[in-house]
């Protein structure tokens, strides 16, 4: 398995604190975060997601239809200071 890259990482942590609108009892299924990638990336982004979900940042929901995600409140605080522009990035969380 390859490794995730930095920016790959810090893109879907924002990519699903956009989709949650910075929730942390909104949960969304894979398609909607994947949405937000171009084609050729989703691959990527769907590897990378377990890699968020090791580091405490984005947590499973298992729900009766499928499984989606949701933020986990240290996933909050450190998508927030990545959009503010306090952080370069997801290995400062």
């Not at 909104?26 to 398609?31: D, I, N, Q, S, T």
């Not at 590897?47 to 499928?66: N, V």
């Not at 909050?76 to 400062?92: A, D, F, Q, Y």
Request: hydrophobic share 35%; net charge positive.
């Amino acid at each position: 398995m390859a490794k995730c890259g930095i920016e790959t990482l810090n893109a879907i942590l924002v990519a699903v604190y956009d989709t949650t609108n910075g929730s942390l009892s909104a949960h969304v299924p894979l398609e909607a975060i994947l949405r937000r990638f171009p084609g050729h990336l989703r691959g990527d982004a769907r590897r990378c997601i377990k890699e968020l979900i090791k580091r405490g940042l984005l947590t499973l929901h298992p729900t009766r239809g499928s499984t989606t995600y949701q933020l986990t409140q240290r996933g909050l605080e450190c998508s927030t200071k990545l959009i503010k522009g306090e952080i370069s990035s997801v290995e400062e969380c």
